[in-house]
């Protein structure tokens, strides 16, 4: 009796061996990406920012320095420069070198640094401030989103009066329904000076995280960062 020839794509076999194989594969592939994911998230020593090497995730003592966030025309998206721009093989990468006072200082140590930006992390989380606002895409979408609070263009026109933008943010948080600039009021969370000036910290540091460019377009759409415009 002649033998059936059997169709590779119904044989139970072939099917088993290559969810076997797939399976496999997909566990290597995720390994290997939860290691690069670590590395990636690894926070960088202030002796990366002295060598101007890049880290997704700086040092502390970026808040010693500008930040910005420029078109890099290679990535197709902005990304944040922290002490000045340089141009090279056409891309846009941060040059260290530019410094700026933060409430009257250009030289926090790492240890003073860090210290200031988790007094801020944990004041974000003791007021709750992610029931209304979003961080690096996880919280609310009530408030507006805080990922580059710090880039925000409201600043640089209320620093003249506050005598640096730094002191208008902590002003703003100290008192929020007194500068409302959306309808959506913030209420008044009886934030402390220190408090406020880490929160300012915090969102400082934040604005210096690669984000791959999240989020889009920040501050360039009108009315989308001061209702009052």
């Given amino acids: 009796m002649e033998k059936k020839k059997v169709s590779v794509w119904t044989s139970n076999r072939f099917w088993r061996r290559s969810a076997a194989w797939v399976t496999g594969v997909s566990a290597i592939l995720l ?5 690069d994911s670590l590395a990636q998230m690894k926070m960088g020593t202030e002796e990366d920012i002295k060598n101007k090497v890049d880290k997704r995730v700086p040092s502390p003592v970026v ?24 141009k090279k093989d056409g891309r846009v ?23 200031l930006i988790h007094l801020g992390k944990l004041t974000i989380q003791a007021k709750n401030c992610m029931d209304c606002h979003t961080l690096l895409g996880n919280g609310a979408y009530y408030a507006p989103d805080l990922t580059k609070a710090w880039l925000d263009p ?5 620093a003249p009066a506050y005598n640096g933008k730094e002191y208008a943010m902590v002003e703003f948080l100290k008192n929020p329904p007194q500068m ?9 969370l009886g934030i402390t000076d ?4 880490g929160v300012v910290a915090y969102l400082k ?3 210096a995280i690669d984000t791959n460019g999240f989020p889009r377009n920040f501050g360039k759409i ?6 009052r415009k």
Avoid at 154 to 158: C, E, P, Q, S
Avoid at 180 to 188: G, I, Q, T, W
Avoid at 194 to 197: D, G, L, T, Y
Avoid at 222 to 227: F, Q, R
């Fill in 31 to 35: 390994i290997l990406l939860t290691f």
């Fill in 63 to 86: 808040i010693n320095y500008t930040i910005d966030y420029l078109l890099d025309p290679y990535r197709g998206h902005e990304v944040p420069i922290i002490g000045g721009a340089v």
């Fill in 93 to 115: 990468k941060s040059a260290y070198e530019q410094k700026e006072k933060f409430f009257g200082r250009d030289d926090y140590s790492e240890e003073e640094a860090r210290a």
């Fill in 154 to 158: 409201t600043w640089n026109t209320l």
């Fill in 180 to 188: 409302a600039m959306h309808e959506r009021k913030m209420p008044n």
């Fill in 194 to 197: 220190e408090e406020a000036k």
């Fill in 205 to 207: 540091f934040m604005s």
């Fill in 222 to 227: 009108k009315g989308a960062v001061d209702a």
